[in-house]
Each structure stands twice: as C-alpha cells, then as structure tokens.
C-alpha cells in the first residue's frame, strides 16, 4: 500500500467540514506534492511500482488535499482502465452532487471492485446508491463503525482494511 499526499487547502473544497481543523495542522513535516504537473509523475510512479509488484497496489489517495479538478478525476480513470492491478481508496471533502464528487462517485461505480472514495459526510450508507460511501465524524449517530486503527484494535490502516472492503460509514475520532 502507498499512499498519496497533496497540499491541503490548495487542493481541497472550502466546504470541507475539517477546513479549520485540518489532519495537515498536526502534521508540518508531511512530503507534500505540488499539483501542478502531478500526473505525468504519478503515472511513471505507478508503472514502476506494479513492476515492483506483480499482485498488485493500492493507493490511499489524499492523506493531505483532495482532487482538485475535474481533469485530476479523469487522470484517476485513465490509471484504473490502464492498470487492473491497480487499486484506490481515500476521502473527498467534494460534495456527490458536484461536478468532481459526481466524477468520483462515477470512479466509486465503474471501479468498485477497485475503487472507494469515501466522502467526508456525517451521512448513513444507503443500499439504494451501493457506491456512496461515506466517512463521518465521532459526532455521527447514524448506522458506522469506528475505525479500527484509531481505536488501537489493529496494528495499523494496511492490516485492517475496512475502509476499502464495506460501504458502512465509517465514523473517525476527530482530529
């Protein structure tokens, strides 16, 4: 597993529920990359790590940042189409009805043996739209569970899973 981290609020929605309390404040010394060019790198990156591994990666897309277009989506696409042993997960403070959270919500469809992109909603799983999957706060009261690793019952994100495998909200300590 790899994972992925962008500049945070250059790259994310003013909406986004943690715009002020921000994972990025605790974390001033994260390798951040720029957007400006990314893809072409990344595309190079992750041919050089599927030949590294034969079964396959994954990535967790956006530790820090969000997408930040709607081209940035599409460059995700393309990766999926191109590579099958590829896999994504991450969070968007993107909103399902937006023009990039539908083209992520698309992503969540077309791929979703391969793709989860949870928004950052307090917000229950509905059975009737299987690839809206949400992330939510500890406030949340609906239908979640707490993440396992936050809660010390794992040894870490890369041995549990969860957040990739169940379309149940998952609801995280704030931080």
């Not at 023009?99 to 919500?105: A, E, H, M, N, V």
């Not at 791929?111 to 949870?118: E, G, L, T, V």
Request: aromatic letters at 14%; a negative charge; charged letters at 25%.
């Amino acid at each position: 597993m790899y994972s992925l981290t962008l500049v945070e609020r250059e790259t994310c929605p003013l909406t986004c529920h943690h715009w002020n309390d921000c994972y990025g404040n605790n974390m001033p010394f994260a390798h951040r990359f720029d957007q400006q060019n990314i893809e072409s790198h990344l595309e190079s990156d992750i041919e050089v790590l599927l030949k590294k591994h034969k079964n396959g990666i994954v990535i967790r897309l956006h530790v820090l940042g969000d997408f930040f277009s709607y081209s940035y989506v599409e460059f995700w696409q393309d990766m999926l189409l191109k590579h099958p042993k590829l896999s994504l997960f991450g969070y968007t403070g993107r909103l399902k009805d937006q023009s990039i959270g539908q083209s992520i919500w698309f992503l969540n469809n077309r791929f979703a043996d391969r793709c989860s992109i949870r928004y950052s909603q307090n917000k229950a799983f509905d059975s009737t739209d299987s690839t809206s999957i949400y992330a939510a706060e500890e406030s949340f009261e609906g239908a979640s569970f707490d993440c396992p690793e936050q809660k010390g019952k794992v040894k870490d994100c890369a041995s549990c899973g969860l957040c990739w495998t169940t379309t149940k909200t998952v609801r995280f300590t704030t931080h």
